[in-house]
């Protein structure tokens, strides 16, 4: 499975790479692909997301300098911003032998693995997709989308984000969440860099696979 970071992405330009990802592995049976990236300020609106979900008006938003962005994944509301780590998984479900369920739960053991490498307890809560560090404090979002079993979209870690979303947005449908950092969590917090390798160790020790580095192919050729 190919490993993939790339330098901060815009949203959009994000969800065009899965996309042509996604067709690339359903036209000419491509590899399976994790990117792992950034992105500048968004709040993006998954498939059962409303304009209730966001606390301040598209102007206002606009006005502090983060985009609105409709999205194919599911889920509500989800900010995304520099200090997060996003991981988008291009995986065939079908030759995995794995149902959705399977999978978004092997994306929350990720989660809780790379968390442990950190001395950080995270934990699921029940019906409530993501990661917890407390009862009302989230650090790790999911949402995803299948088509004809291969997976786009994932899992969003919040490292060392400078402010907390549920600000924004009512966080991922929980009125009373409020999204919390790595860097709140600890007296030293890791780099970036530090969680990146601890994701791709956890993400390959969960799901089996061996992750090779590799650069993005041209879009042209995908």
């Known amino acids: ?130 990661v917890w560090t407390g009862p009302s404090e989230k650090i790790a979002s999911i949402g995803v989308r299948i088509r004809k079993v291969v997976t786009s979209h994932g899992f969003s870690l919040n490292v060392n984000m400078n402010l907390d979303p549920a600000e924004l947005v009512v966080v991922c449908g929980s009125p009373k969440a409020r999204m919390v950092s790595l860097s709140q969590l600890l007296d030293r917090p890791p780099g970036m860099s530090q969680v990146k390798e601890a994701i791709a160790e956890s993400f390959g020790d969960v799901f089996e696979v061996t992750l090779k580095p590799s650069s993005l192919p041209p879009l042209g050729d995908v």
């Open 1 to 130: 499975m190919l490993l993939i970071e790339l330098p901060i992405t815009e949203y959009s330009r994000a969800m065009e790479i899965q996309d042509r990802l996604v067709r690339w592995k359903l036209d000419d049976g491509g590899p399976d692909v994790l990117l792992m990236l950034e992105h500048p300020p968004v709040i993006t609106l998954g498939k059962r997301a409303s304009s209730q979900d966001l606390r301040i008006s598209p102007q206002g938003l606009a006005a502090r300098g983060l985009a609105v962005q409709s999205t194919d994944r599911g889920g509500e509301a989800t900010y995304h911003g520099p200090g997060q780590i996003v991981c988008y998984p291009i995986m065939d479900l079908r030759k995995r032998k794995m149902r959705i369920r399977d999978f978004v739960q092997r994306l929350e053991e990720t989660v809780i693995s790379t968390l442990a490498c950190f001395g950080v307890r995270g934990f699921r809560q029940e019906k409530m997709v993501g």
